[in-house]
């Protein structure tokens, strides 16, 4: 019985064979793109691109072995732009860093295993502004606008010549980026953990404003954090979203923003 199924096996490896190598193999098809939106630019932003592929077979009659031949390596543009590939898994996920310099707008995603074969999914990845929502839900509450005062308390006097003091008001390019400290680990999806972000410029000591944040995929809350105090702002935040790589971006009133490192997100038990 188990030479039998061999010797089928064998015919149908024959069969592609004869349909010209791993040419005769069905192309490889792009299942699905996480997240399938980012900022224009995000900081060390990863994409999951999952996939599925089938591989020619050899078998060895004299040890009645199969053996499969899978792919080692494969490579992803978008558009044009390669992307680096930091993890490939034949079985069909691979996770790719998001090149910068690709402008706002739909981008294709194409991928390529060993032997050549490809696939292509177009408008795969959408590449927004910053400052734009990255997923909007309509039943979901909105931050409320981020207005002059979100960048620090507003005052009548501006200060004297001696220079700005704490009390008076953040002006613009007084903040010039917001640095989160290192998300380690991976998090869990729908359950609280802690962020600390900190403000960047000449008057970072003086930041008492609060943030707008959002999530590079699904719906992170709270939408807005602070008031942050003497430029440090502390949280505990929810991420709602699929298993994968996630970043998170907050957003002051005169639009400076900061990027989080990409953390995995784990599924809610």
């Known amino acids: 019985m188990k030479r039998a199924a061999l010797a089928l096996l064998g015919c149908a490896v024959l ?3 004869c349909a010209g190598g791993s040419t005769g193999l069905p192309q490889p098809s792009i299942l699905s793109v996480e997240p399938d939106t980012l900022l224009v630019n995000a900081k060390d932003a ?14 060895d009659y004299g040890k009645e072995t ?4 899978l792919m080692e390596t494969g490579r992803v543009w978008l558009d044009e732009t390669e992307a680096t590939v930091t993890h490939f898994d034949p079985s ?14 739909a ?11 490809e696939a292509e999914q177009q408008d795969a990845l959408t590449l927004k502004p910053p400052g734009q929502d990255k997923e909007t839900d309509p039943e979901e509450e909105d931050a409320g606008i981020l207005m002059a005062t979100d ?7 501006a200060g004297t010549d001696a220079g700005p003091h704490p009390e008076d008001p953040i002006l613009e390019g007084d903040i010039t980026g917001f640095n989160f400290e290192p998300i380690e680990g991976a998090r869990t999806s ?15 000591a003086h930041f008492g404003g609060s ?3 959002t999530s590079s995929r699904g719906k992170v809350t709270p939408k807005k954090i602070g008031p942050c105090g003497g430029g440090v702002c502390t949280e505990l935040v929810v991420v709602d979203a699929t298993e994968g790589p996630v970043q998170l971006f907050v957003l002051d009133g005169y639009g400076v923003g900061g990027t989080s490192n990409s953390f995995m997100l784990a599924p809610s038990p």
């Open 15 to 17: 069969a592609w064979a």
């Open 66 to 69: 199969v053996d499969a031949h």
């Open 211 to 213: 943030l707008e944040l």
């Open 92 to 105: 069909g996920v691979v996770i790719v860093t998001v090149p910068r310099g690709l402008g706002a707008g």
């Open 151 to 157: 960048a620090g308390a507003m005052d009548e006097d």
């Open 190 to 204: 729908r359950q609280s953990f802690s962020i600390t972000v900190h403000a960047e410029g000449p008057r970072a």
């Open 46 to 59: 990863e994409l999951t691109v999952r996939f599925d592929a089938r591989y020619a077979v050899s078998v």
């Open 107 to 117: 981008h294709s995603v194409r991928l390529r295993l060993e032997d050549g074969r």
